[in-house]
């Protein structure tokens, strides 16, 4: 058995930790980089959720199955393992022992030019926040609304639990052989999110702004857009393994709906934090306080509470001993 190690923005160390594993246990591994390209069974990707994201965003072979493993705490919906816990699990993994889920993603076209397809959601806003956005949504060729509102998110069921569910979308089971779209904050007070079945053509075009409008995929990369974005089912999917018996999305939803039920009491500036702690990974509080572009001073108060009640944990860089990094503790 052969093993692609693949492990953008994360610590050598890391790394090494998943090598000396697999050694250990007769298991040969190489590390992918773009001129060295090996046969493999199976793909080890670091970084949790937002390292399996980038992982099919680049151009390897999607047909391999993916384990993708975090190096905090967050247990998440594309990477459940942990890394301090694969050295139990890692013979489950050589004896081929485990489920590959498949999970269906998002092919997108904007202004009829391709770009990489996405996991989550392909979300279209003004490039200033606050200020409306026109559109047309067209389904299979047949317009379904003229919407003024502050922009439109399309997701996958993986992605129903992330941003769109923030936006008063449904939360859609893992295998529902759907799509929605949702619009955000409408004029129209009646507008409501749509499902469709997910070999639907999905179409957003006479896109317009007083500024000009952008496309955001899976909450990562933004491309200006003049008119125009497609979204159509991408093949093939994302193959996900699954080493635990008891730990399936289904299972991580029901934790993040927990979740959710106590956060609804939290500050606005806790809730953003959270948000951008899940889809950025561990952040220093300078980092935090760059991306949500909110004062030091709420940072630091937003935090204090989190800690607080066990949402997140803090701990000291490995690059930078005077510097903490702050990231998403596992609920249980």
């Known amino acids: 058995m052969q093993i692609g190690i693949y492990g953008s923005g994360t610590t050598e160390s890391a ?16 590390t992918i980089t773009k001129s060295k390209n090996q046969q ?3 793909i080890i990707v670091l970084g949790g959720d937002r390292g399996v994201r980038n992982y099919f965003h680049r151009t390897f072979d999607s047909t391999l199955p993916v ?7 967050a247990s998440g919906f594309l990477a459940q393992i942990d890394l301090r816990e694969f050295s139990t699990y890692v013979n489950v993994l050589k004896k081929q022992k485990y489920v590959i889920e498949e999970v269906p993603r998002l092919g997108v076209k904007i202004d009829g030019k391709n770009v990489y397809p996405v996991l989550n959601d392909v979300a279209v806003f003004s490039s200033k926040s606050a200020m409306l956005m026109e559109h047309t949504l067209r389904v299979n060729g047949d317009e379904v609304w003229h919407d003024n509102c502050d922009g439109i998110i399309v997701s996958t069921p993986i992605g129903s639990s992330a941003y769109s569910m923030s936006a008063g979308g449904p939360v859609l089971f893992q295998d529902s052989a759907v799509f929605e779209i949702i619009s955000v904050n409408s004029l129209d007070v009646t507008r409501r999110p749509i499902i469709v079945s997910n070999d639907s053509s999905i179409e957003i075009d006479d896109i317009s702004a007083r500024l000009h409008c952008e496309v955001v995929l899976d909450g990562l990369d933004r491309y200006k857009v003049k008119n125009t974005v497609e979204c159509t089912q991408f093949f093939p999917p994302a193959k996900i393994i699954r080493l635990k018996k008891n730990s399936t999305a289904i299972s991580a939803l029901a934790k993040k709906v927990h979740l959710a039920e106590e956060l609804l009491s939290m500050p606005p500036s806790s809730k953003l934090l959270l948000k951008t702690l899940e889809y950025e990974g561990s952040l220093t509080q300078k980092d935090l306080a760059n991306k ?6 709420t940072v630091r108060l937003a935090l ?5 009640k066990g949402y997140v944990k803090k701990k000291i860089s490995i690059r930078d001993a005077r510097q903490k990094i702050y990231e998403i503790s596992k609920i249980e």
């Open 67 to 73: 384990l993708g493993i975090s190096e905090g705490e």
């Open 292 to 297: 949500t572009l909110l004062p030091d001073r």
């Open 304 to 308: 204090s509470h989190l800690l607080k």
């Open 40 to 42: 493999a069974d199976c």
């Open 15 to 30: 790394a090494k930790n998943i090598r000396k594993i697999l050694d250990e246990s007769g298991i040969k591994s190489f």
